[in-house]
């Protein structure tokens, strides 16, 4: 049987991040290796260098490498085909509705309420889910799914095997018992999020954004406008999806009319209706469980006032006398028993012919903030304006009857890519400025003499945090941050708006980054300036222009002999040069040409500033005290155990670590961190690897 390694960063759990996501468990299990499902249904394993056979003895698809948990490998678990559950699987048997998704044995409700109101709006469902798949023509056990990921729809495949006992579905199910796109649509998550496990509890917000590609907004029921029904039936017309829950009570125990506390629900219409006595503003909620409805007015088997309505105008609102889930109530009501929204507002246009959804218009811009450069940390440090900007421009007002008030809506959204994998969740917030009168970006002097027309309430650890805004028409600049200066980290920008209005990167003018000092780039003083570096490798490396680790050597000793670090050069070994090429070739034949070379030293520039800024007494070494905020600055998170391994691998007698060391360290750090990464796409914190993959990992760095 193939050996495997289950590698797991416990750190990179999601954590606690509102009040609605306080339900959340972070008790995730590891991935465990299929192989021996793969023994199970092929007699053949895995290819030792990590490839698989992905048929099995039934000529179908077999995904061996879908992470599995504690309740899938109970015994009287059996995973089995659709065909081997019913006579004749369908995918979608009358078409994909909300009422297919019913909760199993995972607390996912969270979940399934996204995938109820994913359900609503076909095209984004064509967008996640192909309709074309079935069990008939073309079937070999193979189904895709696709979900939106930091700003593009990256595909997942799965076969169909599904989990069962006594030939039932332990999870997500139809109440057709025929139907299975919600089973495998479940599935498919759940290998992009870690395993079913990782499924148990979470965050309705993220599955929306998941699902949709669109930007979710968490509101307070209580604070709606002085029109709720006015405000929820604008948030339909632009298609926003919504969740709803009340987080007052027992996980998931119900109030006396019925309400479950701290589960998610979906809002899937607001309608005014007419009754004998005049109209009502109803909304309907679906519950996922497909059960435990509403027991107040209007509720769909107590609720007299319904007799008040015309028979046509039931069959217009599609009302069905029966428990199922999904209810009518009065907003009023709504208001009183719900307590939080999440509102999930579409970012792409409708393909639907004759639909009258008309989504914000999105603009996406990617960033960095990087430290010593572009992470200027929070509104009260002096560096704040070295953060991104962009130049914010809004003309399109809205449609209002108010003409004396011409003001334009948006939707700002900032989003951390990646961070749960570091272990560390930034904290982040958005500001907007009034723009300079002549130009598009805000120096220094200029943001000292103004306050933001606009911010969040506060930095938050959020994965992405929203600032819904109204703002006379005009020039403003948008400002992402992190609360802590020269923290590392990419971020996602989205700004949502109406048609005509723009937002596009801002740029430093030439004076300020054409002449920058010494103390802002302290690499200057240390090493030769660009066109001097190409010089030094042409000079050094061999006749075909490659850079072997003897010619690194030989490079990076020189260049070290002519600034501030002369000296260190000595405590430069040959080793630390292999490492330093091996971490960089992208080959892995061990040298490098001139591209990689440059991003190499690109590291080593940035490497040197954070070394010169943290070398406190200008030793030219690090402190032991001083490598973990070094390391910090570099992006890189650790715990005390990891440092104390720091201190016993990588430094001198003396406890301090040298400038070639730090860069050494530095290197193998943040390689094996992105090769973690690589194993592990969507940051759950565990990975399941061969011994040869462990081998190849380990040994070669």
Not at 163 to 180: A, V
Not at 296 to 311: I, L
Not at 641 to 646: A, D, E, G, Y
């Amino acid at each position: 049987m193939r050996k495997s390694l289950s590698v797991s960063s416990e750190s990179s759990l999601p954590s606690v991040e509102d009040d609605w996501d306080s339900v959340c468990s972070d008790e995730l299990l590891g991935s465990q290796s299929r192989s021996w499902l793969a023994e199970l249904l092929t007699g053949d394993l895995p290819a030792e260098n990590g490839d698989v056979k992905n048929v099995g003895r039934d000529g179908l698809f077999v995904d061996y490498h879908f992470p599995l948990g504690e309740l899938e490998l109970q015994s009287g678990v059996k995973w089995k085909r659709p065909g081997e559950i019913c006579a004749s699987p369908q995918f979608i048997v009358n078409g994909a509705t909300r009422l297919d998704v019913r909760q199993g044995k995972l607390n996912d409700c969270w979940l399934l309420s996204a995938i109820a109101s994913l359900s609503i709006n076909r095209s984004l469902l064509k967008k996640v889910m192909p309709l074309n798949q079935s069990f008939q023509e073309g079937y070999s056990g193979c189904f895709t799914f696709k979900f939106w990921q930091y700003g593009q729809w990256e595909e997942v495949k799965i076969d169909d095997l599904l989990p069962t006992h006594d030939n039932n579905l332990i999870y997500l199910n139809s109440p057709e018992r025929h139907e299975f796109w919600s089973s495998l649509l479940e599935k498919a998550y759940a290998k992009m999020k870690g395993g079913y496990r990782a499924l148990d509890m979470g965050f309705p917000h993220e599955a929306m954004v998941d699902m949709t590609g669109g930007v979710t907004e968490v509101i307070n029921v209580s604070r709606l406008t002085k029109d709720p029904p006015a405000f929820l039936r604008q948030l339909m017309a632009k298609g926003a999806l919504i969740n709803c829950a009340n987080c007052q009570g027992p996980l998931e125990q119900k109030n006396e009319l019925g309400i479950m506390f701290r589960h998610a629900y979906s809002l899937t219409a607001v309608e005014k209706v007419k009754t004998a006595h005049g109209t009502v503003d109803l909304v309907r909620i679906l519950n996922p469980w497909g059960n435990t409805e509403w027991e107040g007015p209007w509720s769909d088997m107590q609720g007299s006032e319904w007799k008040s309505v015309s028979v046509e105008e039931q069959r217009r609102l599609q009302r069905v006398r029966r428990e199922d889930g999904e209810f009518w109530m009065l907003v009023s009501d709504f208001q009183q028993n719900f307590e939080t929204m999440e509102v999930c507002h579409l970012t792409e246009p409708m393909d639907e012919q004759g639909s009258n959804v008309l989504p914000w218009c999105c603009i996406m811009h990617h960033g960095n903030w990087v430290p010593y450069i572009s992470a200027g940390g929070s509104a009260q440090e002096v560096s704040f304006w070295q953060n991104p900007q962009f130049y914010f421009t809004l003309s399109e007002v809205d449609m209002s009857t108010d003409s004396s008030q011409k003001t334009c809506s948006f939707v700002l959204a900032l989003m951390q890519k990646h961070q749960r994998r570091t272990g560390v969740n930034l904290a982040i917030a958005l500001h907007i400025y009034l723009a300079h009168p002549k130009n598009t970006y805000l120096s220094p002097e200029d943001l000292s003499a103004q306050r933001p027309v606009l911010c969040s309430p506060s930095y938050s650890c959020r994965r992405e945090v929203v600032l819904r805004g109204t703002l006379p028409p005009g020039r403003y600049i948008i400002i992402p941050s992190t609360h802590k200066a020269n923290q590392q980290g990419a971020f996602l920008l989205r700004v949502l708006m109406e048609k005509g209005n723009a937002a596009t990167p801002s740029h430093r003018p030439p004076q300020d980054i054409s002449q920058p000092t010494e103390n802002s780039y302290p690499h200057l003083a240390a090493l030769p300036s660009p066109e001097a570096t190409k010089l030094l490798f042409k000079k050094h490396c061999n006749t075909k222009h490659i850079c072997k680790p003897v010619h690194l050597y030989r490079l990076l000793t020189e260049a070290i002999q002519g600034g501030v670090l002369a000296g260190s050069e000595k405590y430069l070994a040959l080793e630390h040069c292999k490492s330093l090429v091996v971490l960089t070739d992208i080959q892995g034949n061990a040298q490098m040409d001139w591209s990689e070379f440059k991003i190499l030293w690109d590291k080593i520039r940035r490497w040197t500033d954070i070394f010169l800024v943290f070398d406190k007494n200008k030793t030219n070494r690090l402190e032991y005290r001083e490598v973990g905020p070094a390391l910090n600055a570099a992006g890189i998170m650790v715990d005390e155990l990891i440092m104390q391994l720091v201190g016993l691998r990588y430094t001198e007698p003396d406890m301090t670590i040298s400038y070639p060391g730090f860069l050494y360290l530095l290197m193998k750090l943040e390689t094996m961190i992105h090769k973690f990464q690589g194993y592990d796409r969507v940051g759950m914190g565990n990975i399941t690897i061969s011994y040869r993959q462990w081998l190849h990992m380990t040994m070669y760095n």
